[in-house]
């Protein structure tokens, strides 16, 4: 089976720049996460999708970040513009449902210079 | 105060060690998980529980839901266990995971 798809793997990007990441999910799984996880940290939730609809994005900076799932399949996060603190590995995670054992993404590392 | 607290933060032991890394949380929840971050960043997912204890080759996951407590124990450690552990619950509350901020294991040969 295969796992959950990220790209890129590393970007790095002057501050004010954007940026794009995409995530392919598990076939068949309609739960669908984006995580930000700073070093020294645990990840934290910036959106959840369930199929293309928006579950949860209270945590989401909606100034400056934003996520699509338009077909309930891919996804991709978008930061316009970069700030340094944005520095952090991104990572898309998938599960059958809510509830369900969450399999996680490789991750993309994006430094803000 | 953070909804799930770790101990130790970083732990060092020797290969062959017993290791155990603890997780109290302060919420309601449906299930905790522990996972595994090497240092590409991929996280693994190793156990998901809700009650009683689950085991998987060398490693052990025990909760107990009326102290709010969990243990991931590691019996005869290997180099290759060194990674970040990270406990994570799913609350009644919340459609989302809220994290541990890790344990940074390091067993040396």
């Known amino acids: 089976e295969a796992g959950v798809a990220q790209s890129p793997r590393y970007k790095i990007i002057e501050k004010r720049q954007s940026v794009a990441f995409w995530c392919n999910p598990i076939?068949?799984?309609?739960?669908l996460y984006w995580y930000q996880q700073i070093l020294g940290q645990g990840p934290k939730l910036l959106i959840q999708?369930?199929?293309?609809?928006?579950?949860?994005d209270s945590q989401l900076p909606k100034d400056r970040f934003s996520a699509e799932r338009l077909k309930g399949v891919d996804s991709t996060l978008k930061i316009q513009p970069a700030k340094l603190e944005d520095s952090a590995v991104y990572l898309c995670?998938?599960?059958?449902?809510?509830?369900?054992?969450?399999?996680f993404g490789e991750g993309s590392w994006l430094t803000v210079v | 105060k953070n909804e799930v607290e770790q101990s130790p933060q970083n732990l060092t032991a020797q290969e062959g060690e017993f290791i155990t890394i603890n997780c109290s949380y302060s919420v309601g929840i449906s299930a905790l998980h522990w996972l595994q971050q090497h240092p590409g960043g991929g996280i693994v997912s190793l156990f998901m529980l809700s009650s009683g204890k689950k085991k998987h080759g060398r490693l052990i996951a025990t909760i107990n839901i009326q102290e709010k407590h969990s243990s991931l124990h590691i019996t005869a450690s290997h180099p290759r266990d060194s990674a970040v552990y990270i406990c994570?619950?799913?609350?009644?509350?919340?459609?989302?995971?809220?994290f541990g901020a890790g344990t940074r294991l390091t067993v040396k040969p």
């Open positions: 076939s068949g799984h309609a739960t």
């Open positions: 995670a998938s599960s059958l449902l809510w509830g369900n054992t969450i399999y």
């Open positions: 994570a619950v799913s609350s009644y509350n919340n459609n989302d995971m809220r």
């Open positions: 999708f369930q199929n293309n609809g928006v579950v949860d």
